[in-house]
């Protein structure tokens, strides 16, 4: 679960609380918002600001998921266009 802009994980908590009785949920900081670190932010255009978002995630499930399984985004506000991004550039 992405969160919008300026928010963090803790916005899904009763989300959270429910849905854990039928799937294992995650939520993510996104780089610079909620209780994750503030990386150098570098972008000096849309495509570099978004790719800036979406590489992280896509590093994060690597190592969520070594072994490429299937897992599921859902983004609130900004986070929804994250997630849809990240399904737009990795398809699979």
Known sequence: ???????GGPVFCKMVAK???YYAVTTIDLLGLGASGRPEYLA???EEATDFFLNSIHAWSKIAYPDNETFHLLGHSFGGFIAGAYALKYPD
């Not at 679960?1 to 928010?7: D, K, L, R, T, W």
């Open 1 to 7: 679960m992405i969160h919008g802009f300026g928010g």
């Open 44 to 46: 000096a255009n849309a």
């Open 19 to 21: 849905m854990r009785a």
